[in-house]
């Protein structure tokens, strides 16, 4: 895979909010994506952020916003979040009732005019994302349990990444792999092999004496 097809997205949970306009930057000059997890406390024993914070990033951002929503009822808010500047939308295939549930959400933010994702969980198989392949446009695979940051990663993601990425090949679709969770320079390398293309990190980044740098390291390693 070529550097150019490698994109890192930094988790903007593990940013700093008391300083949140300097990541930002931060994020516009050295990052592809800017990766917002939307967390309800009900989905995931956690709360994070909403409407505002997405709005006010996206004043700022020259990115992609990728809002990835762990929340019960995504229908509720899917298209809610394109309004408010997402380009990128996903929700947790458990999260709905059945598979013809999630069809019509992923259909409603295309709809809107944003890209549609779907997510799994560790301990969900990646082959219930495969009735979804032609109706998503790409696929997170998180390599930790949603809902909080600084988890380890999980070793059995790879073989989920390239189960996936070898199943969307004998049917001839190509859609792109998000891995998000544990994700570091350490093992960006082995993830693009396994077929990942976006690569979600937040401590790794945001805790590094230069993002930046990180960043641009991680890049490096996904191809050497």
């Known amino acids: ?24 930057r931060m994020v516009n000059e050295c990052a592809d994506i800017f990766h917002l997890d939307v967390m309800d ?8 952020y909403g409407f505002p914070v997405v709005e006010a990033i996206a004043r700022q951002a020259k990115k992609p916003l990728d809002v990835h929503m762990m929340i019960v009822h995504p229908e509720k808010y899917a298209v809610k979040f394109v309004g408010a500047g997402a380009s990128m939308v ?7 009732e059945n598979d013809r549930k999630a069809d019509d959400i992923l259909s409603e933010i295309r709809l809107a005019g944003a890209r549609a994702g779907l997510v799994i969980n560790p301990d969900i198989p990646v082959e219930r994302l495969y009735p979804h392949l032609e109706n998503a446009d790409y696929f997170l695979i998180m390599s ?9 990663f999980i070793p059995e993601t790879f073989a989920k990444i390239r189960n996936l990425k070898e199943y969307m090949e004998k049917q001839g679709i190509v859609r792109p792999i ?4 544990g994700v570091s320079k350490e093992n960006v390398h082995a993830l693009c092999e396994a077929g990942a293309e976006i690569f979600v990190a937040g ?19 996904a191809v050497d």
Request: with cysteine.
């Open 203 to 221: 401590s790794a980044i945001f805790k590094s004496e230069c993002p930046g740098d990180y960043i641009a390291q991680m890049r490096q390693f």
């Open 1 to 24: 895979m070529a550097e150019t097809d490698i994109r890192i997205a930094p988790s903007m949970l593990s940013a700093d909010f008391l300083h949140l306009e300097k990541d930002v």
């Open 90 to 96: 996903s929700f947790h295939l458990e999260a709905v």
């Open 178 to 181: 998000e891995v998000d969770g």
């Open 144 to 152: 930790v349990f949603a809902g909080f940051g600084g988890q380890k």
């Open 41 to 48: 406390g009900t989905f995931v024993p956690n709360i994070s």
